[in-house]
């Protein structure tokens, strides 16, 4: 039986991390996704951190206009921050 833990993670493997430890009700994961679609519709093929900050919080907020959760759970540390 093989380790789900690699050493050298590949870029499958960060995106399948996300998605599947994540919660699947968070609105991070949503905004995450618009943000690279939005980006790599630009051509984009590498995307920092700082670039992805702008698109991503601009999505969020999207998101806390329209409800004032993350999810389906009471409460979010994350957005709380």
Same mark, same amino acid.
């Given at each position: 039986?093989?380790?789900?833990?690699? +050493? &050298?993670?590949?870029l499958e493997?960060y995106?399948?991390a @996300? @998605?599947? #430890?994540?919660r699947?009700?968070?609105? &991070?994961k #949503?905004?995450?996704?618009?943000?690279l679609?939005?980006?790599?519709q630009?051509?984009?093929?590498?995307?920092?951190?700082? +670039?992805?900050?702008?698109? &991503?919080s601009?999505?969020i907020?999207?998101?806390?206009?329209?409800?004032?959760?993350?999810?389906? #759970?009471?409460?979010?540390?994350?957005l709380?921050?």
């Open positions: 039986m093989s380790l789900f833990v690699e +050493e &050298y993670p590949s493997s995106w399948r @996300i @998605i599947l #430890f994540g699947n009700v968070a609105s &991070y #949503f905004a995450l996704g618009k943000s679609i939005q980006l790599a630009g051509g984009k093929t590498f995307i920092s951190l700082e +670039e992805l900050a702008v698109p &991503y601009s999505h907020a999207q998101h806390l206009a329209q409800k004032d959760k993350q999810g389906t #759970f009471k409460a979010s540390k994350f709380e921050a």
